[in-house]
C-alpha cells in the first residue's frame, strides 16, 4: 500500500481505500459518495486541490485519509446502522432515540455491530426509533462542532453524544453551556480501573498542574456527575533508534522539550485532539514555554501512520522521536529500528466521552450501557490499546504505567474555547519556517 500523497487524485485514493470515501464526503465533498461521480470528477482532482477548493488545511486532511486507510488494512472495515446507511454525519439523526458523534477509528466497526444488537431490541421492546450516526473519528468533528455551537437548547442535542478531546466538550460555546445547566448526568456505575490506582497502591494519575486531585477512584471520574468518561488516549514516544543515534533516548517530557531534540520531533498536529491534549497539559505542567519549546524542536507534523510501517521509509525528513497514540506502537513490533517508549513521568491523555442527556433516561442509559460494557471496553482497550474506566476489563498498557491528567479544577477554570486557539497561535508562532506550508500559516491552518 502507497502512502497517500497530495498529488494523488481523489478516484485514485477511494479506489485503493474505500474507507476514504467517507473522508472526503465529511470534509466537503458528499457527492463523491456516488459511484459515477466520484468516477467522473475524482479523476481530475487531487487532494491538493481538494484541500484548496474547500479551504481545507491539506496537513490534516491527508493525516484523516492516512488514518481512515490505516485503519481500514488492519481491518478494521466500515459498517453503518439501518436507515442511516450513507447518510451524512449528522448530530440529530432521525429517530425518537438518537446517538451521534465519533468513535475511534481502530474500533468503530465492532462497537457499531455491538450497539446494533441494542438498538434492535431497544425497538423490538420498546416501539420506537433509534437514530444513529457515529463516524470514524478519522473523519474529523468540525461538522458536529458546528451544530453544536448552533444548538439553542437541549432539544438540539442527541440523547447520547461519544467524542474524544476537549475542545467540543469544555467549550463555553459548545457542551460546556448544557454541562453547566445539569442536562447530562454520568451513568457510569462505581469503580474505577486499578491500572489507574487503588487505595494504598502506587500513585499511577498524575494532574497537569501538580499533586493529586483527591482519592485515587475520584480522580477521573467528572466530580459534578455530569460526563462520562469511558477512557483515555495516551501518548507516547516513537523512537527511531537509528536517528537517534548515540544519543540518550527521551524518558520524560521534559526530555522532549530539551533544545537536545531540535529538528527532531515530529508531532500529530492533525490528530487535534490529542495534539490539543497535548498543548493544554504541557502548558499546563510546565507553563507556555513547553508550547513554545515544542514547537521549537519539531522537525514536521505527522500523522502516526506515517511515522511507522509501511509510510515511515516514504518520508523525505526523518524525526529520531514521534510523539504517537499509544494504539500506533502496535505497527512498530516487526520493526527493527522503531521502538516505544511510555514516559515514565506518565502519559499525556486525551479523553473519551459519553454524555447522556438525563431527560431521556431511563432509555438513554439502556443505549448507553453498550459503551459502558465489559464486551466494549475490551475492544477499546484492547484493540485500540485505549484504557477504559470499567474495571472488568483488562487493559493493556505496561505494568507500571502512568498518566498525567489535566485534571477536572483546570477544565472548569480555563475556558478551553479561547485557551485552545490562544496556545496553538502560540505554538504556530514559534514552529520552525519548514514546518510552514506557502502560506505561512503553519500545520495549524485553520484550526485556530
Excluded at 477521573?220 to 543515534?245: C, Y
Excluded at 530539551?258 to 490539543?276: E, Q, S, W, Y
Excluded at 477554570?413 to 500559516?441: C, N, T, V, Y
Aim: charged share 25%; aromatic share 6%.
Amino acid at each position: 500500500m502507497n502512502a497517500i500523497q497530495p498529488s494523488m487524485t481523489v478516484y485514485e485514493i477511494t479506489e485503493q481505500h474505500p474507507a476514504t470515501i467517507e473522508v472526503f464526503a465529511e470534509s466537503g465533498f458528499p457527492k463523491l459518495r456516488d459511484p459515477e461521480l466520484r468516477r467522473a470528477q475524482g479523476r481530475a482532482l487531487t487532494v491538493e486541490a481538494a484541500a484548496k477548493l474547500k479551504k481545507l488545511d491539506l496537513e490534516a486532511l491527508l493525516g484523516k485519509l492516512r488514518a481512515a486507510a490505516s485503519a481500514e488494512a488492519a481491518g478494521q472495515g466500515d459498517v453503518t446502522l439501518g436507515a442511516d446507511a450513507g447518510a451524512e454525519l449528522r448530530l440529530l439523526p432521525e429517530g425518537d432515540l438518537r446517538v451521534s458523534g465519533l468513535l475511534p477509528c481502530p474500533v468503530r466497526l465492532p462497537i457499531l455491530e455491538a450497539l446494533q444488537r441494542e438498538k434492535d431490541r431497544l425497538e423490538r421492546e420498546h416501539h420506537l426509533r433509534v437514530g444513529c450516526s457515529l463516524a470514524a473519528a478519522a473523519v474529523g468533528g468540525d461538522a458536529l462542532n458546528a451544530a453544536i455551537t448552533a444548538a439553542e437548547s437541549e432539544a438540539d442535542l442527541p440523547e447520547i453524544f461519544i467524542s474524544a478531546g476537549f475542545e467540543s466538550f469544555f467549550d463555553r460555546r459548545t457542551l460546556r453551556r448544557f454541562k453547566d445547566q445539569g442536562v447530562f448526568v454520568d451513568v457510569a456505575p462505581p469503580g474505577q480501573n486499578r491500572v489507574f490506582g487503588e487505595p494504598g497502591g502506587p500513585q499511577r494519575v498524575y494532574l497537569a498542574g501538580g499533586g493529586r486531585q483527591g482519592h485515587p477512584e475520584q480522580e477521573l471520574r467528572d466530580p459534578d456527575h455530569h460526563f462520562t468518561m469511558l477512557g483515555l488516549v495516551p501518548a507516547v514516544f516513537l523512537v527511531n533508534k537509528n536517528l537517534l543515534g548515540s544519543d540518550p533516548a527521551p524518558r520524560t517530557w521534559e526530555d522532549v522539550l530539551h533544545p537536545r531534540f531540535k529538528d527532531r520531533l515530529a508531532l500529530p498536529v492533525g490528530d487535534f485532539d490529542l495534539f490539543n491534549g497535548l498543548l493544554l497539559t504541557l502548558a499546563a505542567r510546565y507553563g507556555d514555554s513547553a508550547v513554545e519549546a515544542l514547537a521549537q524542536n519539531m522537525l514536521a507534523s505527522r500523522h502516526p501512520a506515517e511515522t511507522v510501517g509501511r509510510f515511515s521509509s516514504r518520508q523525505a525528513a526523518q524525526p529520531a522521536v514521534s510523539i504517537i497514540p499509544y494504539f500506533f506502537s502496535k505497527m512498530t513490533m516487526k520493526s527493527q529500528v522503531l521502538y516505544v517508549t511510555w514516559p515514565e513521568d506518565g502519559a499525556v491523555t486525551s479523553p473519551i466521552f459519553m454524555l447522556v442527556k438525563k431527560s431521556a433516561m431511563p432509555l438513554s442509559g439502556e443505549l448507553a450501557r453498550v459503551f459502558l460494557s465489559k464486551q466494549v471496553g475490551e475492544l477499546i482497550a484492547q484493540r485500540g490499546l485505549m484504557p477504559v474506566l470499567n474495571p472488568e476489563v483488562e487493559n493493556k498498557v505496561p505494568d507500571d504505567a502512568r498518566f498525567i491528567w489535566l485534571g477536572w479544577e483546570r477544565v472548569r477554570e480555563l475556558d478551553l474555547g479561547q485557551e485552545i486557539p490562544r496556545l496553538e497561535a502560540l505554538f504556530r508562532s514559534r514552529a520552525p519556517a519548514g514546518a510552514l506550508d506557502k502560506k505561512g500559516e503553519g500545520p495549524l491552518g485553520g484550526m485556530a
